[in-house]
């Protein structure tokens, strides 16, 4: 009992992280749309992530509120609370295992995890090392580049800044309409769906399809008039018809990079072993309120024009 308060509170003096960013690389996430997102969050003191994932923009936001993270993957799910709970162990496990292409092999392939904490252990090695994070089975590959990847070493101190960010969150695994529904009012959600047009099913394990889409736009409209939302999607004419009745819907569009190792199913050989390669995201953002001056107010850039995306 002493023994566990003193390592607790020693705990506190372990080397942390001043990166407050998403523990885990992932694919569809708003990492570099963060600032521009970041923008459009009004005023709130009760936070919601129905479709979390790595959570770049819960990560990113400065505002203390009561916070829900929620995604279907129980595997992701799994490894936040062993890094909210027990990070120390995590650690433990992951201390002295380097970023190998066997290692990975192994751990993908031969490693039946025994616990959650295991689970976990397994699930956030494979996310560093794969490429762009990505953790469907059938395309989880190697991808991890010492130029540019988190280094292991640094794996432990980033944790602990999550794992204390983490503290007093909420961590579920339901489907979104079961959260939303039963939220209480006056919730601020920030909604990332899988896209609409692109071909989500290579990246996630769960599938979204076209029913999902409408089953999500039902389920906010009944609850819109309780709960604010923004929700960035693929710019589609049938995403702009399914939120006709939202208050508005604009375009916005950011830079962004993906980092390519030569070491890939396709056996392709770069030059120099990686390549960064930059690309423009362009995405609607459609929200249900008018105002959003809670955060620091930074001017947006002006809207695009849709038909011009
Ligand atoms: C675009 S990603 C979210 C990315 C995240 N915003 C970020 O910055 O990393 C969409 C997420 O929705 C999850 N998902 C798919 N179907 C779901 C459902 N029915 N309910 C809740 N989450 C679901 C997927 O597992 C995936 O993690």
Redesign the pocket.
């Known amino acids: 009992m002493f023994r566990d308060q003193y390592v607790e509170s020693m705990s506190i003096l372990l080397p942390r992280s001043n990166k407050t960013n ?1 523990p885990f690389r ?1 694919p ?4 570099y749309a963060r600032h521009i997102i970041l923008r459009y969050i009004p005023e709130h003191t009760r936070y919601c992530e ?8 819960f990560f990113a936001k400065k505002y203390q509120s009561y916070s829900i993270l ?4 129980g595997e ?1 799910m799994n490894c936040y609370v062993q890094i909210r709970d027990n990070v120390e162990e995590l650690i433990g496990l992951l201390e002295g295992i380097p970023a190998q292409k066997e290692l990975h092999h192994h751990y993908k392939n031969n490693f039946n995890p025994g616990n959650d904490l295991e689970r976990a252990f397994r699930w956030y090695y494979l996310n560093r090392t794969s490429y762009s994070g990505i953790m469907k089975d059938e395309n989880c590959y190697w991808g991890y580049g010492s130029k540019y990847s988190m280094r292991p070493e640094n794996w432990p101190p980033h944790l602990r800044t999550v794992s204390d960010r983490l503290q007093g969150v909420e961590l579920l695994q339901v ?2 309409e079961n959260l939303i529904d039963e939220l209480s009012d006056g919730f601020f959600l920030f909604i ?3 896209y609409f047009g692109a071909d989500q099913k290579k990246f ?3 599938n ?1 399809d076209y029913e ?1 889409h409408v089953r999500l736009s039902n389920c906010l409209r009944r609850n819109s008039d309780r709960l604010k939302f923004l929700i960035t999607y693929d710019n589609h004419p049938d995403i702009r018809n399914l939120y006709d009745w939202a208050c508005s819907i604009d375009g916005q569009e950011w830079n962004y990079t993906i980092n390519r190792t030569d070491d890939q199913r396709n056996g392709l050989k770069l030059e120099d072993g990686y390549r960064n390669k930059r690309y423009k995201g362009r995405e609607i953002f459609i929200r249900n309120y008018q105002d959003y001056t809670g955060m620091p107010h930074i001017p947006l850039q002006p809207p695009h024009q849709l038909a011009a995306l």
């Open positions: 998403s992932y569809g996430g708003k990492f129905p479709f979390a994932g790595g959570a770049s923009i929620n995604d279907l993957d992701l489907d979104f990332d769906p899988p996630y394990k769960c979204f999902d």
